[in-house]
């Protein structure tokens, strides 16, 4: 199915508009027509329940396994108030790559185990299933505070929450191979295995998994670390889960013990090896974090480097793997674009620039040292150097927002332009318009925001002030240094200011 949706700016520039549209719509294409987005679309996923979901092995039926993100854990080695899985990286926390990683399979069976900082997780992703672990006394634990959710299925895959790394094609590969497993686990050969937990093997069979506290010095040299993510036959840890201890340095519960616990109970235990892949790399520390942002900085810049994105100093150019650009745009490093950010062909993005979740179209010019968050460039419209766009912003077709410019919730008409120190802010402004220097427009008295609307073709003079909510209208021209409390009617000449007088200068 493929049609097109128009989105009025007001939808566009709503908080979570360019997360909701990405994570819901194929979207095919995208323009900026008279101050409304039209975006081409397949279908809805959810609606339809078009996902791109892989076929698992014979005894597998994807339909009944859900998946589990581990998250409740304070994360005391990044030295932060912060939970750890809402680090974030290139602009976006640590959960959503993992979240979105196991979207395509499981869509809405997805429970998340939540305890140190949980508030600001549930505020961060409102639509998210969470399941609370008041006291975090482990890893086993948070699975045992998830049994009342995961009964009624017969598998659940578990990943830890601060894996950033891995991929839809990570998780669809990993559970073929442990189709009709009782107990599996990923791992991997670091190294400098470090923090990581040790695979322990016998005759070649796996037969536990030794968490780096508790390890002995003579097995530090093993490098097979265990990945933190399981894939785990229901049935198999209802009888597992009860057989925990917490007989260890940490004094918790370790899920890792139930492959131990497997072993000497029979069951099938599957330690599926992953190699070297970075994909499935943790992070436990501020260095760990720099290093798993880098590794995803580089694929990404190389992604956009290969399709056709013209790239200066490609070394100092951030860009989330969420971002959209496509071939023919051109970026100049240092440079940073975050978020759903979406840049078309022929625009160019000025070096020191920040985009933060914006769309710029086609033949943009984003010049240097401007910052912008939430907000819209039409085509062929100029911005900076040195402009701050806010939330709900709209710089027009053709349009100038000069420098030292700040538009907050504010139109720019096409053809309209406001080039040097000036902020607008809750203001319509019509097409062709012009706004001298130091303009402000005064839209807020200490309790509320008020709007102030000007028409076409209108003259604001300079170091004027406009105390919303306030009307200016078509071709009506506003006298340099004036302050403008009433409306101005179309064609008419406002001026609300001192009238001048010259006086004798008095000689000493």
């Known amino acids: ?76 080695r990044m030295h932060s108030m912060k939970p750890k899985v809402m680090q974030t990286i290139l602009g976006t926390p640590m959960f959503s790559y993992v979240d979105l990683a196991l979207q395509p399979v499981f869509d809405d069976k997805i429970f998340v185990v939540a305890g140190h900082g949980a508030e600001n997780i549930a505020r961060a992703f409102p639509d998210i299933k969470i399941v609370m672990q008041k006291e975090q006394l482990g890893t086993g634990h948070a699975l045992l505070c998830a049994m009342p959710e995961l009964y009624k299925y017969e598998y659940v895959l578990v990943v830890n929450g601060d894996a950033p790394l891995i991929t839809n094609s990570v998780v669809t590969d990993f559970i073929d191979r442990a189709d009709g497993c009782d107990v599996a686990f990923a791992s991997i050969e670091l190294d400098d295995a470090g923090s990581y937990g040790r695979v322990v093997r016998k005759n070649g069979l796996v037969t536990g998994i030794v968490e780096a506290k508790d390890l002995e ?35 918790e519960y370790y899920i890792t013990d139930l492959v131990g616990l497997g072993v000497a109970r029979g069951m099938d235990v599957r330690a599926i090896k992953c190699g070297k892949d970075e994909n499935l790399l943790g ?17 990404t810049v190389q992604k956009f480097l290969n399709a056709g994105v013209i790239m200066h100093a490609p070394d100092l150019v951030r860009i989330s793997p ?58 062929n419209a100029q911005v900076g150097p040195y402009t701050r766009l806010r939330p709900q912003a709209v710089v027009g077709e053709d349009a ?23 902020y607008l ?84």
Not at 25 to 43: A, D, K, R, W, Y
Not at 326 to 346: D, F, L
Not at 430 to 454: E, L, M, P, Q
Request: proline residues 2%; hydrophobic residues 35%; contains cysteine.
């Open 425 to 508: 802010g809750d203001t319509e402004i019509g097409s062709n318009t012009n706004i001298g220097a130091g303009t402000i427009t005064c839209n807020y008295d200490g309790k509320h925001k008020y709007k102030t609307k000007i028409g076409d073709s209108a003259f604001i003079g300079s170091n004027t002030s406009l105390v919303a909510p306030v009307n200016v209208g078509d071709n009506a021209l506003i006298g340099a240094g004036s302050v403008i409390t009433r409306n101005v009617p179309e064609n008419e000449l406002g001026i609300g200011r001192a009238r001048q007088k010259n006086l004798p200068k008095k000689i000493q």
């Open 283 to 299: 992070v436990n520390s501020p260095a760990e974090l720099c290093r798993i942002e880098e590794i995803l900085r580089r694929r």
């Open 1 to 76: 199915m493929q049609g097109k949706i128009f989105v009025p700016i007001l939808l566009q520039n709503s908080k979570h508009f360019c997360q909701k549209i990405f994570t819901f719509l194929f979207v095919v294409n995208s323009t900026c027509i008279n101050g409304q987005m039209e975006i081409h679309v397949l279908c809805n996923r959810k609606t339809l329940g078009y996902v791109s979901r892989k076929n698992f092995g014979d005894n597998m039926d994807i339909t009944k396994c859900a998946a589990l993100i581990l998250a409740a854990g304070k994360g005391t």
């Open 217 to 251: 010095t003579n097995a530090r040299e093993n490098r097979e670390v265990n990945a933190g993510i399981y894939f785990l036959r229901i049935k198999a840890i209802e009888e597992l889960l009860p057989q925990l201890g917490n007989n260890n340095k940490s004094g």
């Open 400 to 422: 100038h927002a000069g420098n030292f410019v700040e538009l907050k919730k504010t139109t720019l008409g096409k053809g309209a332009k406001a080039n040097h120190l000036t």
């Open 322 to 379: 969420l971002a959209s650009i496509e071939a023919g745009a051109e970026i100049c490093g240092p440079c940073e674009i975050y978020g759903h950010s979406e840049i078309k062909s022929g625009v160019f993005v000025g070096s020191n620039t920040v985009v933060i979740s914006s769309k710029i179209f086609e033949n943009a010019q984003i010049r240097a040292f401007s910052h912008l968050e939430e907000a819209i460039v039409c085509q």
